[in-house]
């Protein structure tokens, strides 16, 4: 056997999958079939949670009855709500998904069964009730009075509402919905793979997603989105940006929102949420950000030929918005909790138990001594 090791699987095909396709040969990215581009540009955020989830785009009748389905299931059990309201207010958001899905795995009637039926139930019950959760903190902590979700609401619009109180402007919810567009699905990343490998030994799927969760939260996959926020108000104006982003060059510094293990030339997903963020900051009357944004972009393709992930712009563009910096990672939540599900499914369907090797360079074979003789 080969001792050949590929630190962090670099370029290592683990399994296949039928839920999204990265190609970074020709900078696209497809959800079962469809480009990301095309769906942003012709759907809204549930026809592409079904698509992901159900391998399909919805007919009306099949969007209909799966809007239904969720907005039945957004109420969140007194329990869970009476947990949320005591969290600690300094408690990390992440955290906090983290901790309401795994409470939602202790309610679940179905947790153990994890036929795709049920499993499917499952995810419809956590893909509801996570923006809800969330929410939820996101007012207590403020000491606000929690708002209950709005089944009129779209999934977008009713999260700016038990978010803020009130639903913004139609581009803003477009631009919000795109934001989960691209968020939703993108392959064998850290988390999915982490959702993938928990489910591996048939545990189930509230278990996988409270794991995936932990994973999304680092700060080399979806926490960079809340990383690119802080750099931002650490370069404070675009007067700054320049030496800002020259120094931290010279200092061989990691700068957030910038590279990616798959794509070495762009991230499919940037030249659409660039878009996007433009269209909010013109709505918002706000360049500072855009400004700042494109100076950084430039001198780290000029000086390092490194370029921006999706977390770039959707930082500044959710900060924007009005969320409070620490929310960008648990927004990406809500929305991945769809591919994350399509990946927990798919490796039940064809489960072969992930367990890698290690090539072991620790202390040579040695006896124990007893206690006293150490
Ligand atoms: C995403 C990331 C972890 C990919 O890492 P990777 O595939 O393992 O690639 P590496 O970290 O080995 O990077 C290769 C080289 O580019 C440099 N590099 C990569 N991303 C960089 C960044 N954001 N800022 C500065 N240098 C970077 C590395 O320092 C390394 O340089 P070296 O060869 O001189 O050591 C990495 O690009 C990164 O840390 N980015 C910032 C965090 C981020 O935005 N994450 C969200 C990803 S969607």
């Known amino acids: 056997m080969s001792d050949e090791i590929k630190k962090g699987l670099l370029g290592i095909v683990v399994d296949e999958t039928e839920v999204s396709k990265v190609m970074p040969e020709i900078n696209s990215l497809t959800y079962r079939g469809y480009a990301a581009q095309d769906l942003c540009a012709k759907c809204k955020f549930e026809e592409v949670a079904y698509l992901i989830l159900n391998g399909e785009l919805p007919t009306k009748k099949q969007l209909k009855k799966f809007e239904k389905e969720e907005r039945k299931d957004r109420k969140l059990s007194k329990t869970l709500l009476d947990d949320i309201k005591k969290f600690p207010k300094k408690a990390h958001p992440m955290d906090v998904a983290r901790t309401a899905v795994s409470i939602m795995g202790l309610e679940d009637k179905e947790t153990k069964d994890n036929s795709p039926k049920a499993n499917m139930r499952k995810v419809m019950r956590i893909f509801a009730k996570m923006p809800v959760a969330l929410a939820a903190f996101y007012r207590a902590r403020k000491g606000k009075k929690i708002i209950s979700p709005q089944k009129n609401l779209s999934f977008s619009e009713n999260f700016f509402h038990m978010c803020f109180g009130k639903v913004p402007n139609k581009e803003i919810v477009k631009a919000f919905d795109v934001s989960l567009i ?25 278990g996988a997603i409270t794991g995936a969760i932990a994973s999304l939260k680092g700060p080399l996959h979806g926490g960079a989105n809340e990383e690119v926020m802080h750099m931002m108000n650490k370069i404070k104006k675009p007067e700054n940006a320049l030496k800002w982003i020259n120094k931290a060059l010279d200092n061989k510094d990691v700068v957030m929102g910038f590279g990616h293990r798959v794509y070495k030339s762009g991230d499919s997903r940037v030249p659409t949420m660039r878009e996007y963020f433009g269209k909010v900051a013109k709505i918002k009357k706000d360049k500072k950000f855009e400004k700042i944004y494109d100076i950084v972009e430039k001198v780290m393709i000029n000086r390092k030929n490194i370029y921006p992930n999706v977390d770039y712009p959707t930082g500044p563009t959710y900060h924007l918005m009005g969320f409070d910096t620490d929310f960008f990672t648990p927004i990406f939540v809500i929305s991945r909790i769809t591919g994350w599900s399509a990946h927990i499914i798919e490796q039940h369907a064809a489960n072969k138990l992930i367990r890698p090797l290690a090539s072991y360079r620790g202390s040579k074979h040695r006896k124990v001594l007893q206690l006293n003789q150490r």
């Open 182 to 206: 691209l968020y939703a699905e993108h392959s064998f990343n850290v988390s999915t793979f982490t959702a993938r490998t928990i489910t591996s030994s048939l545990s189930d799927i509230h």
